[in-house]
Nanobody, 116 residues
Framework: QVQLVESGGDLVQPGGSLRLSCAAS????????MAWYRQYPGNQRELVAR???????FYADSVKGRFTISRDYAKNTVYLQMTSLEPEDTAVYYC??????????WGQGTQVTVPS
């Protein structure tokens, strides 16, 4: 059973920084992609950033230059370092794991709030 547990969500002032963590547990193939999505109330989840098992990363235009995704392969953990946070970054952030492009897992979500 694969489980994803996120942590790090908080209230932070505009311009501040925050680091989200997502630890994956269970047995799963090393060929996988881990990602962060976010969801605004009443909206669908949108991709923020993803990182493949070979280290290649992708970012949404809205976070390029401000957010950095990274992985600790030994700990099966993915991080999202967020800087220069804006009120528009306020959302629930979800960790995502896709194994071999087939099996999809989600974390429970963590709230990030940046007041205006």
């Amino acid at each position: 059973q694969v489980q994803l547990v996120e942590s790090g969500g908080d209230l932070v002032q505009p311009g501040g920084s925050l680091r989200l963590s997502c630890a994956a547990s269970g047995d799963f193939d090393s060929l996988n992609t881990m990602a962060w999505y976010r969801q605004y109330p009443g909206n669908q989840r949108e991709l923020v950033a993803r990182i493949r098992s070979d280290g290649e990363s992708f970012y949404a235009d809205s976070v390029k230059g401000r957010f950095t995704i990274s992985r600790d392969y030994a700990k099966n953990t993915v991080y999202l370092q967020m800087t220069s946070l804006e009120p528009e970054d306020t959302a629930v952030y979800y960790c995502n794991l896709v194994i071999r492009g087939v099996w999809v897992y989600w974390g429970q979500g963590t709230q990030v709030t940046v007041p205006s």
